[in-house]
């Protein structure tokens, strides 16, 4: 499947996370209702223990149901961000998992009941792994083991599964999938649950190459979730962007006004203009990490 970018730009996506005034209930939003970054399990990923993801129709299903919940905290969202204030740390995927925990307590809202959350699994003195959340699904009556990850990977040479790599360049695509089905999804049965079934939840972002005016898109790449670009190079129209902060990698503030960059420097860039997310690594960066 080929894209140009006005193509990609065009594309009607679901982006109802964008119509609240409230920052943490935009991310919860976007959190629920984003689509997972890859449509489908790579052909290429040798399988040692299956896992699936749910369709974006089941993201939309949850959102629908959560919406009021969603209404009710944009306008008192002290809850919220009491329960976003126990976290520590400021690793932006602890943030993402911990908006997920949120939701799945609001048990009233999804078919879910949450046995345990960050559940160790230890043999003797060693830990041998750790669930993110064991939820019983309330409507098929069956157990299942939910890992979560927010991702933003750029895509490289012939957009292949081995060519996606994050920031940091050990980190890929292709690395993190083969841990879920290597390592994560290892465990039938966890303190007397038997599991029925593992979902990996991957949301977050991909970024194909800004130099490449058509690209090849990989069959099981989301294309339901708006695609960014990157590169080494300014945008053509770089002043219309400006620098996110970590948290608005989740989902850009819809009610803070920033100012455009008169200077570059290496992170996520938007442009409202163009509605256009752009992941800046200078030469120097892509040396250093690359090389």
Avoid at 138 to 146: I, S
Wanted: proline share 4%; charged share 20%.
């Amino acid at each position: 499947m080929y894209f140009s970018m006005p193509e990609l730009n065009s594309h009607q996506f679901h982006e109802a996370w964008l119509t609240y005034k409230t920052p943490e209930v935009q991310q919860l939003a976007f959190s629920l209702l984003s689509p997972n970054i890859i449509r489908e399990i790579p052909n290429q990923l040798p399988i040692q223990h299956k896992f699936d993801l749910h369709t974006d129709q089941h993201w939309q299903d949850m959102y629908k149901c959560y919406t009021p919940r969603l209404q009710q905290l944009d306008l008192y969202p002290d809850e919220l961000h009491q329960f976003l204030n126990k976290l520590k740390s400021t690793r932006l995927g602890l943030r993402f998992e911990r908006y997920i925990w949120f939701w799945l307590l609001d048990h009233h809202y999804h078919p879910y009941h949450l046995i345990a959350h960050s559940l160790q699994i230890i043999d003797g003195a060693r830990t041998i792994g750790e669930l993110d959340f064991l939820i019983q699904n309330t409507e098929t009556r069956q157990v299942e083991h939910w890992e979560v990850a927010l991702k933003y990977y750029l895509g490289e040479q012939n957009l292949s599964l081995k060519h996606w790599y994050g920031l940091n360049r050990e980190d890929t695509l292709l690395t993190k999938l083969m841990h879920f089905t290597e390592k994560q999804f290892q465990f039938s049965n966890v303190h007397e649950h038997q599991i029925d079934q593992r979902f990996a939840v991957m949301k977050g972002q991909l970024y194909l190459p800004y130099h490449r005016y058509t690209a090849k898109i990989p069959p099981w790449v989301n294309t339901n979730r708006r695609l960014g670009f990157w590169g080494n190079n300014f945008p053509s129209h770089h002043a219309q962007y400006y620098r996110l902060n970590r948290h608005e990698w989740l989902c850009p503030n819809q009610f803070i006004e920033h100012a455009f960059n008169s200077w570059w420097t290496n992170g996520l860039y938007f442009s409202r203009h163009k509605n256009e997310y752009y992941m800046y690594r200078s030469t120097i960066s892509l040396k250093n990490k690359f090389s």
